[in-house]
């Protein structure tokens, strides 16, 4: 990419400066080049002078006098330029420009691909919620940012593969056994005051899922022992949970190459094998009549349960053995896991436990995935219109559709709490984002659709006659989406798309405003033809990373 070439051409001139005595020694910081907002800053610009000052004893402004006279100009670049207090400005050639258009409709569909992974193997784990209710507002953010992210992956070069983690054992299984086992015995006018446990699940969803296996098997779990039973009905009821989950992601366009489950950990040995790992390696106390690993050693605030005084392994032991399940059986070379705002304090001592298991630790990567507060205007949505209970995703989505739901999810970084107003993702006008985007791509569709039923070919369009400012600035968001990806994979901050959406459809809309289309000059219609296809190529890769449709109509 041109901003890579301007790097290596301010690296080749500062040192070419040094060796002639312009400039004195000293070590080069990293090179930055970014996109001036004021488009009379150019097209890109460096404050690579205002960091040498110090080190230099020179003002910015004269080094970065000094930086340009060495500069080699690329053949992109029309104009080069220094800017108080010390910023080095690039122009791009309206010529160059215009040739782009050309190199999008080459490019087609694999526009904005990048070579950045090299076939390595990335994980991405995401949702993973417990299979013990359905999924609510933010187990869908999560979702829709996990999927992003891969699409993002996968054209950046990566060979991804999507996990689910089924927590499928443990105290929460057993709560919900017990509490189905509750309601179960309630649904057969058996006991109507069978007590629900201390820690049991009382969501009106339980009723459902007692009366839905009533309908199908019957009173038959009563001639159990009420362990067994329960037993029993905490399986029957994952499933269908579990089920219920995959048609709401389904829903949501999540899918999933493996559904990996907890229980498997203990099956298939890795439980032992990585408690043997830690324990000859120095890491396990016995204290209290529980097993600890001995973060501390490794710095640590303190140290962690893994098993209990009972016998029973905590959460934290298991995801240690999934973790060494990813990293040194199915051997990934990097392990990216998007977990709720409630699993920030995992964070380090998993950290540790990979530097203990000399796996690692920066190849993991966890993002935190804030909270989502639900909105009908001001006013703030707590409970279910439907259930009197917890909103679920499923309600969202068939209220605002799938696509406003991936928008909004993704419109905010990840690490910040953000609104999701369902009165906006429905509204069908400029002021909604999803609407905005997703009309432009129409828009767009039925311009060709009236090119085509005229029979206009633009094959041999001339795009050296895109010329004005209009086109020239929709060519420059164009050409930007290649920096976009990348930069979504590098940072793993898929909020810049939807930003990049918006303001590609800006551009757009600003250029059908300004620039009619089809008219009577057969040579510059061909052209603007090209540059419209071109943008719809640019838009609707966008739209697809994102997860979203392209509309034709709307």
Same mark, same amino acid.
């Given at each position: 990419?041109?901003?890579?070439?301007?790097?290596?051409?301010?690296?080749?001139?500062?040192?070419?400066?040094?060796?002639?005595?312009?400039?004195?020694?000293?070590?080069?910081?990293?090179?930055?080049? $970014?996109?001036?907002?004021?488009?009379?800053?150019?097209?890109?610009?460096? =404050?690579?002078?205002?960091?040498?000052?110090?080190?230099?004893?020179?003002?910015?402004?004269?080094?970065?006098?000094?930086? *340009?006279?060495?500069?080699?100009?690329?053949?992109?670049?029309?104009?080069?330029?220094?800017?108080?207090?010390?910023?080095?400005?690039?122009?791009? @050639?309206?010529?160059?420009?215009?040739?782009?258009?050309?190199?999008?409709?080459?490019?087609?569909?694999?526009?904005?691909?990048?070579?950045?992974?090299?076939?390595?193997?990335?994980?991405?784990?995401?949702?993973?919620?417990?299979?013990?209710?359905?999924?609510?507002?933010?187990?869908? @953010?999560?979702?829709?940012?996990?999927?992003?992210?891969?699409?993002?992956?996968?054209?950046? =070069?990566?060979?991804?593969?999507?996990?689910?983690?089924?927590?499928?054992?443990?105290?929460?299984?057993?709560?919900?056994?017990?509490?189905?086992?509750?309601?179960?015995?309630?649904?057969?006018?058996?006991?109507?005051?069978?007590?629900?446990?201390?820690?049991?699940?009382?969501?009106?969803?339980?009723?459902?899922?007692?009366? #839905?296996?009533?309908?199908?098997?019957?009173?038959?779990?009563?001639?159990?022992?009420?362990?067994?039973?329960?037993?029993?009905?905490?399986?029957?009821?994952?499933?269908?949970?579990?089920?219920?989950?995959?048609?709401?992601?389904? !829903?949501?366009?999540?899918?999933?190459?493996?559904?990996?489950?907890?229980?498997? !950990?203990?099956?298939?040995?890795?439980?032992?094998?990585?408690?043997?790992?830690?324990?000859?390696?120095?890491?396990?106390?016995?204290?209290?009549?529980?097993?600890?690993?001995?973060?501390?050693?490794? =710095?640590?605030?303190?140290?962690?349960?893994?098993?209990?005084?009972?016998?029973?392994?905590?959460?934290?032991?298991?995801?240690?053995?999934?973790?060494?399940?990813?990293?040194?059986?199915?051997?990934?070379?990097?392990?990216?896991?998007?977990?709720?705002?409630?699993?920030?304090?995992?964070?380090?001592?998993?950290?540790?436990?990979?530097?203990?298991?000399?796996?690692?630790?920066?190849?993991?990567?966890?993002?935190?995935?804030?909270?989502?507060?639900?909105?009908?205007?001001?006013?703030?949505?707590?409970?279910?219109?439907?259930?009197?209970?917890?909103?679920?995703?499923? $309600?969202?989505?068939?209220?605002?559709?799938?696509?406003?739901?991936?928008?909004?999810?993704?419109?905010?970084?990840?690490?910040?709490?953000?609104?999701?107003?369902?009165?906006?993702?429905?509204?069908?006008?400029?002021?909604?984002?999803?609407?905005?985007?997703?009309?432009?791509?129409?828009?767009?569709?039925?311009?060709?659709?009236?090119?085509?039923?005229?029979?206009?070919? *633009?094959?041999?369009?001339?795009?050296?006659?895109?010329?004005?400012?209009?086109?020239?600035?929709?060519?420059?968001? !164009?050409?930007?989406?290649?920096?976009?990806? $990348?930069?979504?994979?590098?940072? !793993?901050?898929?909020?810049?798309?939807?930003?990049?959406?918006?303001?590609?459809?800006?551009?757009?809309?600003?250029?059908?405003?300004?620039?009619?289309?089809?008219?009577?000059? #057969?040579?510059?219609?061909?052209?603007?033809?090209?540059?419209?296809?071109?943008?719809?190529?640019?838009?609707?890769?966008?739209?697809?990373?994102? =997860?979203?449709?392209?509309?034709?109509?709307?």
């Amino acid at each position: 990419m041109l901003k890579q070439e301007l790097v290596r051409c301010l690296q080749q001139a500062v040192s070419e400066a040094q060796q002639s005595g312009d400039l004195a020694a000293a070590t080069l910081p990293e090179v930055l080049i $970014e996109h001036p907002q004021n488009p009379e800053h150019g097209d890109f610009a460096s =404050g690579l002078p205002l960091k040498l000052a110090r080190a230099m004893r020179m003002s910015p402004m004269a080094i970065a006098e000094k930086v *340009s006279e060495h500069i080699v100009s690329p053949p992109q670049i029309d104009k080069i330029w220094i800017a108080e207090p010390g910023f080095i400005n690039f122009t791009l @050639r309206d010529d160059w420009l215009s040739t782009q258009v050309e190199s999008v409709l080459a490019a087609g569909e694999s526009y904005g691909d990048i070579e950045l992974g090299k076939g390595n193997r990335v994980q991405l784990e995401f949702v993973s919620v417990n299979p013990t209710g359905p999924l609510h507002v933010g187990h869908g @953010r999560g979702a829709v940012l996990g999927s992003t992210l891969a699409n993002v992956l996968t054209v950046s =070069g990566y060979a991804v593969e999507k996990e689910y983690y089924i927590n499928d054992m443990g105290t929460q299984i057993g709560n919900f056994g017990r509490s189905l086992y509750a309601r179960y015995r309630q649904c057969l006018d058996k006991d109507k005051e069978a007590a629900m446990p201390p820690d049991g699940y009382y969501g009106n969803y339980m009723i459902d899922l007692a009366k #839905e296996i009533v309908q199908e098997q019957g009173d038959r779990f009563l001639s159990l022992p009420e362990s067994e039973a329960a037993s029993q009905l905490a399986k029957v009821g994952t499933d269908k949970m579990l089920q219920k989950i995959k048609q709401d992601l389904e !829903l949501l366009n999540v899918d999933f190459d493996t559904w990996f489950s907890e229980r498997s !950990l203990y099956q298939g040995e890795q439980y032992d094998k990585v408690m043997e790992l830690l324990q000859s390696g120095g890491y396990m106390a016995k204290r209290e009549k529980a097993i600890w690993f001995e973060s501390s050693a490794l =710095g640590e605030d303190k140290d962690n349960v893994l098993v209990r005084s009972d016998g029973s392994p905590t959460y934290f032991a298991s995801d240690i053995a999934y973790h060494y399940n990813k990293f040194l059986e199915r051997k990934f070379d990097r392990v990216i896991d998007i977990w709720g705002a409630d699993h920030q304090g995992h964070v380090p001592r998993m950290k540790a436990v990979l530097k203990a298991l000399n796996c690692g630790p920066e190849r993991l990567t966890v993002i935190i995935c804030q909270l989502v507060t639900l909105r009908r205007g001001k006013e703030i949505v707590k409970v279910s219109k439907r259930s009197g209970d917890i909103i679920t995703l499923k $309600e969202v989505i068939d209220e605002v559709g799938s696509d406003a739901c991936r928008f909004i999810f993704l419109s905010r970084s990840a690490d910040s709490q953000m609104d999701f107003d369902i009165e906006l993702a429905k509204r069908q006008s400029a002021d909604n984002p999803v609407y905005y985007v997703q009309y432009a791509h129409a828009r767009i569709a039925s311009i060709l659709q009236f090119a085509k039923e005229r029979e206009i070919d *633009s094959s041999q369009g001339d795009v050296s006659l895109l010329t004005t400012e209009p086109e020239l600035t929709l060519i420059r968001r !164009l050409i930007l989406l290649p920096e976009i990806v $990348e930069q979504v994979a590098v940072n !793993l901050e898929p909020h810049h798309l939807p930003y990049y959406a918006q303001e590609l459809a800006t551009v757009f809309h600003s250029f059908y405003k300004q620039c009619r289309v089809v008219s009577e000059d #057969e040579a510059l219609t061909r052209a603007r033809l090209k540059l419209v296809k071109a943008t719809q190529i640019a838009l609707a890769k966008v739209l697809h990373l994102m =997860g979203m449709t392209a509309p034709e109509k709307m």
